[in-house]
């Protein structure tokens, strides 16, 4: 059985050609598609090695990235509500304009396109819940307490996982090959640990990592570029500073521990961040250069940020007299913090011959969600700012 990871025999040989990735993965990168790690995976894995997805998978991304747009869509109306019945503002023509633009059957066909477009560019489909034994093979799986069912006390919230294995499973049969699964689930683990056709991994690093040894040029392009990069003047440097710098202005940034000993309630927004300085963690460096017939090489490449991020502190006291809370004036706070980011790198070009500096390098990094830890902020009203 293939318990464990692939050994390097399963993929020289190209004894394992197929991948597939669960929903917690998906979720863990925020769903993009886009950017980042997600975006850079086809150049990170050899052109044989294909993902095939369980539709049941697909319509659980689905539903993940409506049920949240949906959420939005929900609030942004209620806002409206809210300002059209605390003033006399007329925001009929907000909300026209929010209806006009269909937010949510606009977002169905895009998250689908997405997706589909995903796949298909890592070569591979979407396998469609079917199968003449699949119904039997599943209650065999239920009702023997087997994996995934093992292992949850609500077993049958496990179908949706039960279904998707099997008919990965039967796709590796089928096609007399292993495939490796992609989950932090201990039910898909589970069951690729007992199935003759299947590994399971933690983590896209994981099975990323398979892939480092494969070429006998990867170690010395990553040496080549690792020196590129740590040269303040070149190119290079100067495209992952422009990287870091956008990402840092773009990121969103949301308030997380923030209280007062001296006021009712406050309430801090932030409105500006900037980087202090980055310092590339170059002994973690990873490459991958997995087809030489088509020059294309993916570098990975962690990074410490610290930034300074700008808020406005906003102060409210209850009037007990008018019943209502009344502000009381605003402060401006810096919070220095770290934030650890992954800088991907894709070059092309002729790779060996060039120096790193003419190589066509493409730099991306993961839409970011970050939380600043505040903490305690008290309202100055000794200062002559008028509180």
Request: glycine share 6%.
């Amino acid at each position: 059985m293939p318990k464990g990871q692939p050994s390097p025999d399963h993929i020289i040989g190209r004894k394992v050609s197929f991948f597939s990735i669960d929903t917690n993965i998906f979720e863990g990168f925020g769903f993009d598609f886009n950017m980042g790690a997600l975006n850079v995976l086809r150049g990170q894995r050899p052109n044989w090695m294909t993902l095939h997805l369980s539709a049941i998978v697909e319509r659980e991304v689905f539903a993940h990235r409506l049920r949240a747009l949906k959420d939005a869509d929900k609030k942004l109306h209620e806002a409206l509500n809210y300002i059209r019945r605390k003033t006399s503002l007329d925001v009929s023509q907000i909300e026209s304009t929010a209806n006009a633009l269909s937010i949510v059957d606009t977002a169905k066909d895009q998250f689908e396109t997405e997706i589909r477009s995903f796949v298909s560019e890592l070569g591979g489909s979407i396998l469609a819940t079917s199968g003449n034994t699949l119904a039997h093979d599943l209650f065999e799986l239920y009702f023997s307490q087997q994996s995934p069912f093992e292992l949850i006390k609500d077993k049958k919230s496990e179908f949706p996982d039960g279904a998707a294995l099997l008919v990965l499973e039967q796709f590796a049969k089928d096609h007399k090959t292993k495939g490796i699964l992609i989950s932090k689930d201990k039910g898909w683990q589970s069951f690729a640990n007992k199935s003759d056709h299947l590994f399971c991994l933690n983590s896209l690093d994981d099975f990323t990592g398979l892939f480092k040894a494969v070429s006998g040029h990867a170690a010395d392009l990553l040496a080549k570029i690792k020196a590129s990069l740590e040269n303040t003047s070149s190119s290079s440097h100067a495209l992952i500073h422009d990287a870091i710098t956008t990402h840092v202005a773009e990121a969103t940034w949301s308030v997380g521990d923030l209280y007062s000993g001296t006021v009712s309630r406050l309430e801090g927004d932030v409105y500006d961040s900037n980087i202090v300085e980055f310092i590339p963690n170059f002994q973690n460096i990873q490459g991958w250069f997995t087809d030489e017939d088509s020059p294309l090489y993916v570098v990975e490449l962690p990074v410490l940020v610290n930034v300074e991020v700008v808020l406005s502190v906003e102060f409210f006291h209850w009037d007990s007299i008018d019943r209502e809370e009344i502000s009381i004036g605003s402060k401006e706070i810096t919070v220095p913090m770290n934030i650890d980011i992954s800088v991907f790198l894709t070059s092309t070009g002729d790779l060996m011959a060039e120096p790193v500096d003419e190589w066509g390098i493409e730099v991306e990094i993961a839409n970011g969600n970050y939380s600043v830890e505040v903490g305690e902020v008290n309202p100055n009203f000794g200062d002559d700012e008028d509180y």
